[in-house]
């Protein structure tokens, strides 16, 4: 189900569905945790996560909303790109970097409220996000 993490103990799947639960404890979210898992639908993401892996999210086009918890400080290089089904992401204030095609070809991808202690947008982060309408807090 999901062949690119070492995250097995940290994770439920509820029966009969698509959601994932990421254990609260869990500190980090592996590089291509999740990787193209084209059913994934949501993800719950715990407080105690201060890292997000990049490819952890790349390419799990039924994903339709993230919160990003408090503590996450940056969004690594392609960490929900080709997320096509991705229509609102609430970044938290303590966010200060989104890498390179962070969210690249988010398609659904609407609106965004960027928190104000933003420091860096990396190249083409938010390329091919073709419905997007808002910007800045």
Do not use: H, W
Not at 74 to 98: D, G, N, Q
Not at 99 to 115: D, R, T
Request: proline letters at 4%.
């Amino acid at each position: 189900l999901f062949p690119y993490t070492t995250l097995f103990r940290s994770i439920a799947m509820a029966e009969d569905s698509n959601d994932i639960v990421v254990a609260e404890g869990t500190d980090f979210i592996d590089d291509y945790a999740f990787y193209q898992n084209k059913s994934l639908t949501s993800v719950s993401i715990p407080d105690s996560v201060r890292k997000i892996g990049m490819y952890a999210f790349y390419g799990c086009e039924s994903i339709k909303s993230v919160i990003i918890p408090e503590g996450i400080t940056e969004i690594r290089e392609k960490t929900f790109a080709r997320c096509k089904a991705l229509e609102s992401v609430a970044f938290p204030k303590s966010l200060k970097r989104i890498e390179n095609a962070a969210f690249f070809g988010c398609k659904s991808l609407k609106s965004l409220v960027l928190p104000e202690g933003l420091e860096i947008i990396g190249d083409n982060a938010f390329s091919e996000c073709s419905a997007l309408l808002s910007g800045r807090e």
